[in-house]
Structures are given as structure tokens and as C-alpha cells.
């Protein structure tokens, strides 16, 4: 279940450690990146990612996994969101955070993903909504964050190119500043969706 695991951040101090140098502290400036297969409703993680939809009110795939896992509470802060902050809803390519209810997290980061096109490139939002999460869990301190595949189910997504996106802009986002989250885990739905997670792991 751990398979696709790869050390992102400092790689150069955490090579120099196992080289046999004296160990300096590589381990709080270095973030464990793992594809692994999986309900993302059974993560123990501080902050779960939900594919949800602009309106955050539910719907099928992960986003109907995680509220059914996760309980009202979930959808509660979600209504007072909309009557609040968010009274057009959330736009794609954004996060925002709730309580995880029941889930065995502390949040759930609600992103909307980009509905795939032929006719336009809409990469630079899929790739935003990781970027952003990202950034709310930081801001959150949350020190593991768990992704499903975002886009890639009901809103289309080959899993190729979402897989792609997913890695690299994780990847990029993680090294540009230290510090938490130290684990962020890809959680998959199937052989395939591993397979492709996994490849770009190891590109
Ligand atoms: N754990 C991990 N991955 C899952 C799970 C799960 N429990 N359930 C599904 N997946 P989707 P989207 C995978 O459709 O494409 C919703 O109705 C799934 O196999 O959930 O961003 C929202 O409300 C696929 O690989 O999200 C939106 O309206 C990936 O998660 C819309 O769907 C994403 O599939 C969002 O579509």
C-alpha cells in the first residue's frame, strides 16, 4: 500500500545524510510524496481533499463519499459558507476548508476541480486547485494531506494528464517553501488510477 513513495524538498541534504554525513535536521525540511490505492474516506490524515463542485453542497464520486463518511456537520459548514463568505459558491480552482465531522481528520479542504475540455486547456486551474489546497492546509498546519484525483472521474479528466498535474504542481508547490505539510498522499481508486500516479512519481 505504501508503493510510489518519493522524498520531495531538500533531497539534496536527505542524499547528503544517508551518504553517511553528520544528520543534520533533513527531516523537518523534507515531505514524503506517495501514491497509494484506497478510499480517502479511511485516511488518517489531518486534512482530507474533497473533489467537490462549485455550489459545495454535495454531489456524487469522492465529494458523495466524503460527506456520507463524514456526516451533516460537513454539509453544515458548508450551507454557512454559502451564506456567508461564499454566496456564489466556490469558484474552480479554489480551496476551502471545514471540520472533517466524523472522518478520522481534522479538515476537509473542499476544492472545485475544472470540468475537462478538448477545446481549451484548462490545466493551469486543475493544477491551482492543488496549489491552493495546499496552501489552506499550510495555513491550517496541517502536516498530512491526503488528494484524490481531482477531475478525473465524473468531471472527465483523462487520468494521464490529471495524474501529471497532480505531481508536478505538488511537487513545484512543495519545494518552493519549508515546513509543513511532511506527507502528502495521492489516495486512488483503482489499479489504474495508481498506475498513472505512480509513473509521474517517477518521472
Ligand atoms: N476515495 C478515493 N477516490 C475516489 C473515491 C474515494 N472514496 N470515490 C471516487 N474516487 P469524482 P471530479 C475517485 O467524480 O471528477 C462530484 O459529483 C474517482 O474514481 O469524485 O472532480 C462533485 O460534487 C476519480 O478517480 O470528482 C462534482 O460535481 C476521482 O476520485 C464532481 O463530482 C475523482 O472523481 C467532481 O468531479
Known sequence: RRAGAALIGDAAAFA???????????????????AVLGDITREHVD????????SLLGGGGVDGAIHRAGGPAILAECRRLRETTLPQGLPAGDAVATT???????????????????????????????????????????????????SAGVYGWPMDDAARIAVETVREELAERDGPPTLVRFVLFGEPALREFQAALGR
Open 16 to 34: 547528503r545524510t544517508r551518504s553517511g554525513a553528520s544528520a543534520p535536521s533533513w527531516r523537518n525540511r523534507v515531505t514524503t510524496l506517495e
Open 47 to 54: 486534512a482530507i481533499v474533497n473533489a467537490a463542485n462549485s
Open 100 to 150: 472533517a465531522g466524523r472522518l478520522d481528520a481534522r479538515w476537509v479542504i473542499h476544492t472545485v476541480g475544472p470540468v475537462h475540455s478538448r477545446r481549451e486547456d484548462r490545466s493551469a486551474t486543475l493544477a491551482s486547485c492543488y496549489r491552493r489546497s495546499l496552501a489552506v492546509a499550510r495555513e491550517l498546519g496541517a502536516q498530512s494531506v491526503a488528494f484524490p484525483a481531482v
